[in-house]
């Protein structure tokens, strides 16, 4: 009998580290063209504030900002609260120097204390929030003093698990990072030359002493992206087990992820009309 | 018969049809003036409006008639002596409905004399993920070729010719050159170039060589809304081999001197066309088999 060479398939079809890679040359012209497009072409701003936060998103959208509009057209906005760790200041200042773009430091404190003075039992979550609201009227307000458009640091990951202060973060009118993953934000931080200690360091929205995103979270930004991937392109729990996902954190992926749709919408309406805003009149945002 | 082809490239105002035809008018103008050689020239798909209108088309889209007379009320006034083909896209309005469309016109000297020779109206409109265009837009029902002063053509619209059946037909029914015009928003970024502008070419250059066929397509550029048009408007010959390609994302023009004599030459080599002719009669009932089927099974 003659046997044939038998050839088998790989077991692991679905290798989420390889799926997750990205051509951060070809990302990083594809979004200075987007950052020219929307803001100079369509919108007439030559100018970008951005808050820097001394993390790896914030620094990924100034580097951006600076490439495609010039880096003394970028103005990299500190706002740090009384808690806030001096390490994220000092890491801000990073870039701002390896930039060479504008900046300016604005202490939140005192507006943020002005309120919470009212609401002295405020928990952690309330505070955050709080703060975060307040660096969005400043990034407002010096966008309108420096005729600058503020331009939007949010990652994919923290987007699809509602890892945000609604209406704060989410907020400026364009977003370069919106559709990157955590892990795919970190390659584009190494391309691009962002100071390593920022793209190595724990991510943290710094709100609360001692704070990182992953304990927040649960999980780790490696394998919540890794899940997410499956998850949105409508693989189910048990196809992803399959994979060799722990059961507990898919479910975990997917609880924050169905529980947060809400916040990546506008506020809802009552329709009562055939002529009902984003129902029946469609309008596109650049129309 | 040479055909000396040049496919544009630029980044319409949205919903601007007055300015948008205002370029395409500059672009002619810029072809006549610096005498680049152009026996057609091919704008994308939707040029006169940008793609992403949503409701918008009510207010965008434009009879025909009206397109060609504004377009020749612009061109008049540097028109060349010998005429000059256009082939673009637009949202039109006709017979009281909305199409994702494209015309084929020849413009001349006197003002009387330009016409129009072909419009296509999108067949296959996609509708899906960040598509809409059933929602908006009345589908064609035709995939047609027609008599230019150059031979035999069709005019399809990008997802039109994602589907290798079209190009077949089109193939079949004699024509030798496809105007392709599309506007493609880029996604899938972790290969050596954007996804679609790899699938594009793919797409491109396999309908080409099997059908032994010359190519030339014309692809939006410009951000609407975050989403990034890719440009990469290209020729290809009837080998299914990129004679010329515009650059990603910028706006440009590239040109083409198209021999329609090569069309035997690559079908020599190749002749599948001439297989599929033979094999058609046995292809339609196999068709009309699996239409009942589908029928008979829809009705269960």
Redesign the interface.
Known sequence: MNRLEVVKAPERTHDAE??????AP??T??LV??LR??MI??RGFRRAVVGLSGGVDSSVTAFLCARALGPENVWGIRMPYRTSSAESLEHAQLVIDQLGINSRTIDITPAVDGYLQYEPDADGRRRGNVMARMRMIVLFDLSAALNALPVGTGNKTERLFGYFTWHADDSPP?NPLGDLFKTQVWQLARYLGVPEVIVSKPATADLIVGQTDEDDLGISYHLADQILYFLLRGYRVEQIEEMGYPREKILLVKGRLESTHWKRHLPTTAMLSTTSINDY??????? | MKIRVVAVQFKPRKGDVEHNLDRVAEVLQQVCEENIPADVVVFPETILSGYFLEGGVREAARPREQVLTELVRRYQPFARPEPLDVVLGFYELWHGKYYNSALYLTLEREAERCRIVHTHRKFFLPTYGVFQEKRFVARGRNIEVFRTRFGPATVLICEDVWHSITGAIAALKGAEVFYVIAASPGRGFHGENVGNVMKWQEILCNMAEEHGIWVVNASLVGFEGGKGFVGNSMVVNPFGQVVVSAPLMKEAMVTATIDTEEIAIARANAPLLADLESGLADLLIEMQEIASEQHARDRQ
């Open positions: 390889e799926l997750l890679r990205i051509n070809l990302v012209e594809w063209e987007f497009d929307e072409r369509r364009i009149y469609l309008r596109p945002v650049d129309y």
